[in-house]
């Protein structure tokens, strides 16, 4: 089998920017449908919609029920859901995934991608990032990485009833890939005469890669490719590093093309990646039965350029009847902490815990989406304590709060929580403003060493009413720092009382970029 390598349109590069790894798609008719990871956040599992491959609308998420999602209180973060797979099979969409915090592997499946998706189907499966497929015969196939301290420390397969949650045959080793740490992150396929096995391993760093094996049934024996890995960018100089956990997908013209996580570090040596690892789009080519996939290429529509679909909106007035599919909370939302009715047209936010350094809070936020952005909240704190918060995790956060008639600049790194700046502030609604640019403007006066300013990927900008407050090196909420799977979440807190915001806008610092 060989075809020619499809010709890529323009198109952004990421297809989804911002903390949105692991990706998974598939294809019904001419649209596709694709799902992330996404660890300790509720809800979980964000599915989105295209037409192209390249413009994705997000329509929902797969997990919004308690009842899916069980998440203990204190999971830790970069725990929960890992690496889901979503497949079309016989009518019904199904998504397999991993509750590192709580139960383990299991399976949903919905009529409709928007949902509502069934309540857990646990099976009873070792390791992490299973995968389902279906054979001729309509057997189900699970691969997954198998578990730490497993006789097999590779890709495992077995043959399953995801209805009823059962292990029919198995699980059989299957490949160990090419001797790289972490075999993970395998799919399944039947392409032509074979069976394809693809993979990442490498771990999921600047070492990561995609390789790929093949078979004449899923139980083996699996040859490895000749050109393995067929997919890496380590140790090059590109701007996008981390290439791995990929899915293939085939178009209705027979091309052929790969999304996959990567990550854009910025700053000085070792670089730092602050939005977490996104998904990216690659096209792919055959030759001799194998799948070729050439270096993923950064693309940047020209700033003022339109945009051949309409984006999401940027801005929230939280107008709606329920809130729109992308905000997230970490581990849970409780029914009491929100409201979009108590005040009209505003996001009522509860106090549930006093501090943003400990799980149990009221947060509710967005992934950043843009490497230098603007996000702008109008904040109405009545008597409480609220804010606008870039979080990593608990212990990693910038906090632009509002309490007791002052604004403050809070950072908390690592074992260190510093009020760094702050100013009294009138009763009232007060607009809160955190950016995130490349390059820090300094003062003509600045009598700071340079070398204090030549690492940071970014500087984080805080603003009260139009006016700034205070700057940040913006490489202590990067994943290098903090570590971790996740990026950066752009949210409204409230930790003590209750605080009202009235519109939450976030999107590139420069306007004339558009959405």
Sequence with gaps: MTSPKPEPPHYDNPVIPGFHPDPSACRVGEDYYLVCSSFEYFPGVPVFHSRDLVHW????????????????????????IYAPTIRHHDGRFWVITTNTSHGGNFTVTAERPEGPWSDPVWIDLPGIDPDLAWDEDGNCWSAFAGAHGADFFGVQVARIDPEAGKVLEGPLPAWEGTGLQWPEAPHLYRIGEWWYLLIAEGGTERGHTVAVARAPSPRGPWESAPTNPVLSHRSTNRPIQSTGHADLVGTPDGQWWMVLLATRPRGYSPGFHVLGRETFLTP???????????????RERAPGSPRPVEPAPRRDDFDAPELDPRWISPRSRPDGSWSLTERPGWLTLRATGPTLDRPGCTFVGRRQSHPESRTTVLLDPGTGRAGLSVRVDEAHHYDLEVSDGRVDVVARIGPVRQTTAGRPVPPGPVIL????????????????????????????????NGEPLAEIDGRYLSTEVATGFTGRVIGMYATGGTAWFDWFDHGPHDAAEGP
């Design 433 to 464: 403003e955190i950016t995130t640019r490349h390059v820090r403007e300094l003062p003509p006066d600045d009598a700071e060493p340079r070398g204090l300013h030549v690492a940071a990927p970014d500087y984080v900008g805080f603003h009260v």
């Design 284 to 298: 792919v080519r055959w030759e001799d039965g194998w799948p070729r996939v050439g270096p993923v290429e950064l």
């Design 57 to 80: 609308r997000q329509i929902g998420n797969v997990l919004d029920r308690p009842s899916q999602l069980p998440l203990p209180a204190d999971a830790m973060a970069s725990d929960g």
